[in-house]
Structures are given as structure tokens and as C-alpha cells.
């Protein structure tokens, strides 16, 4: 599963309805939600990752009008068969496509949107840089209909000329195309690089509105299916989150206390490496950084990088300067520094016109 979509005239709708369509068809009974979380916890469907069978409720339950789970590889077999056999018990269209070395499925309780999803999918992915074409721009409107994102996240991926991964993305919602790095405060709901995050696309901005809306039905729903995994899901979405350029993820454990994050078990994630486009090309400087955070317990954040420690030793020094990232910690914000995001997100505008690519 990744992300998606976009654009920027989320503000002009505060204080308003945001806009975000519920799904007409969004029916699921109390007996509907027992069947589902009985069926997902039957031994045969244990391969399944409780990300893929809430992503599923979600569309199961109409919620979503379809979905998209993309990056999975030959090791994955047994996962697509079984998330295929899942989807068929509830009705749903699962459709295969193979383009070595990933497959992607996607999924729709309607045969005709899982083909158009599939359709649509080859049509994007090959989106360049450029300015869209009134077809292509009719094509992601669909394509984020579709996949049920709020229309002004659409819309403003739509309209603007696209980059190529999620560290476009932050680059331009943070600016942090500085040379020094930064520590991000962000909405947890909106945590997209959560274990199990509530949406998947690209908020058009930090305080999207019908992005919030999208999230808190997700999170209502989650609640009928299961409050304690709710709750874990909502104590993955605090956790904070090192985003490294070109797709090197890295969830943390613990929590930021001053420049000092304390942490166990890191969640080390190299999406590139996942798809098989960087084997062997460069990266040694990032992977080194990783395999020191992995043994690591502590990272001390400078003014110019950040040092991973473990006890008294320092395992490595991480500059900015030679692999820029980006540090997101998941927190309520206050008026205050939404205020002074929205200065420079608006800055960043004049300064970038670099926008994010959906990539769901
Ligand atoms: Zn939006």
C-alpha cells in the first residue's frame, strides 16, 4: 500500500463543509462487521498483515471505492493469493497486475472500478514532471475518485506539475530543501508513514480539512471493528518517523524528549531496494546510517545531522549534507505553529513549484 494525491485550495474551505463526499453505499450491519473480523482472524489468512485486512474493511465497507496494494513482490506469493481469496469472501473484484519485479492488486467491491482503477494506474504511473494535459488531468480526477480521496487533495495533485516520490512531497509541505535539516510536528491522522495509516494519499495541505474528515471515518470505523487494535493504531500513528531522500523510511519506537529520541525495535524501511530499482546503485553513506540506527538506542539531533548512540557510544554521525531527511513527529499542534507552517508553506509556493506525485 502507498500514497496519493493533492492540492492547495483546501484553505479556502475552512470554516466550511470540506466537501469530502461520504459514500453513498456505505453500509456494514453490526452481524456484516462480526462476519469480517471473524473471517480475519481465521488461521488461513494469518499471512495477511492487519494494515491489508483494515485496508480491506475499509472497502469492504465502502468507505474506499476501491484500493490499491502496490510493492509486493515474488516473496509475497502467498500474500496475494491469500488477499485474493480474502477479497473474493466479501464480494470483492481482486485484480493482479504483474509488472516484474513488483505485482500490484487492486480491489473493489465493483468489477467495472477495479478494472478502470487497473486501467487508469498504467496511464499515471508513467506521469512525468510536466504539466498535464486536459485528458491526463481528466484521468487523475477519476483516478483519485476512484480511490475515494478528498477532491481538493485531487484536484491540486491534478493541476500541478508532479514529482516522483513521497520525499517530493515533504520537501515541499516542510521546505526542507534547506541545507539544514528539520524536525516536523504533523497531525497524527495524518501520518502517512505510519504503520497502518488511516488515509493514503497526499494531503493538500497540513491541515486539509476533508483529509481530517477522510481520517476520522477511517478511525470511526476501526473503532466498530476492534477498539483495541484501534488504539494500537492510533499509538502507531504518534510514533515519529525519519523520512531519508529517495525513499528510506525509518519508524521509531520511542519519543523526542529535547534533541534526544530514545528508542528500541526501529522499523528500518528502504522502499526503493523493496522494488528493485537501486540494487547496487549508491547508498552505501544511508545504509550505513541505517544499520547503525538498527543497533542503536538513542539518536542526538545537531544543528547539521543527527548522531546514533548506543550506551555511552556513538555508533555514527548522519549529516544532512550528505543524506538530507526530513524528522516528523506526530503531535497536536497549536494555532501558533500551524500559522507559521502555513507562512512558509505559502513561501515555499512562490519559491517551488515542485508538488508532490500521488503514488496510490
Ligand atoms: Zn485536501
Request: some cysteine.
Amino acid at each position: 500500500m502507498s500514497h496519493n494525491g493533492i492540492a492547495a485550495q483546501c484553505g479556502a474551505r475552512r470554516g466550511r463543509s470540506s466537501g469530502f463526499a461520504r459514500p453513498q453505499d456505505q453500509i456494514f450491519s453490526r452481524a456484516e462487521i462480526r462476519l469480517f473480523r471473524q473471517t480475519a482472524s481465521q488461521a488461513r489468512f494469518s499471512a495477511m498483515a492487519e494494515a491489508y485486512k483494515l485496508f480491506i474493511f475499509q472497502i469492504v465497507s465502502g468507505i474506499k471505492r476501491a484500493g490499491r496494494i502496490d510493492g509486493l513482490t515474488k516473496e509475497d506469493a502467498v500474500l496475494i493469493s491469500v488477499l485474493r481469496e480474502f477479497s473474493v469472501r466479501f464480494g470483492l473484484t481482486a485484480i493482479v497486475r504483474d509488472v516484474p519485479p513488483v505485482s500490484t492488486v487492486f480491489i473493489s467491491k465493483r468489477p467495472k472500478d477495479a478494472k478502470e482503477l487497473l486501467r487508469l494506474h498504467g496511464v499515471l504511473i508513467r506521469r512525468s514532471g510536466s504539466a498535464l494535459g486536459p485528458r491526463k488531468y481528466q484521468q487523475h480526477r477519476r483516478y483519485g475518485e476512484l480511490l475515494g480521496y478528498p477532491p481538493c487533495c485531487v484536484e491540486h495533485f491534478a493541476s500541478t506539475p508532479g514529482c516522483r516520490s513521497i520525499w517530493d512531497y515533504f520537501v515541499y509541505m516542510f521546505g526542507a530543501h534547506g541545507d539544514r535539516p528539520g524536525i516536523f510536528s504533523i497531525e497524527p491522522r495524518l501520518n502517512l508513514m505510519a504503520s497502518i495509516p488511516l488515509v493514503f494519499h497526499l494531503p493538500c495541505s497540513l491541515e486539509c480539512e476533508a483529509s481530517l474528515e477522510a481520517a476520522n471515518l477511517v478511525l470511526g470505523l476501526y473503532f466498530l471493528y476492534d477498539e483495541e487494535i484501534t488504539l494500537r493504531v492510533l499509538s502507531l500513528l504518534r510514533a515519529p518517523v525519519i523520512v531519508f531522500r529517495n525513499n528510506f523510511f525509518v519508524r521509531m519506537t520511542g519519543h523526542l524528549s529535547g534533541d534526544i529520541l530514545a528508542y528500541a525495535c526501529p522499523d528500518v524501511l528502504d522502499c526503493d531496494a523493496a522494488e528493485g530499482k537501486r540494487k547496487g546503485k549508491g547508498g552505501g553513506y544511508i545504509r550505513e546510517t541505517l544499520e547503525a540506527i538498527r543497533r542503536g538506542d538513542r539518536l542526538a539531533f545537531l544543528d547539521n545531522g543527527f548522531r546514533v548512540l548506543k550506551g555511552d557510544t556513538t555508533l555514527r554521525v548522519h549529516l544532512f549534507g550528505a543524506w538530507p531527511y526530513v524528522v516528523l513527529v506526530p503531535s497536536r499542534r497549536d494555532p501558533a505553529s500551524a500559522q507559521r507552517r502555513r507562512s512558509r508553506h505559502q513561501r515555499d509556493v512562490r519559491k517551488n513549484q515542485c508538488r508532490p506525485r500521488s503514488h496510490l
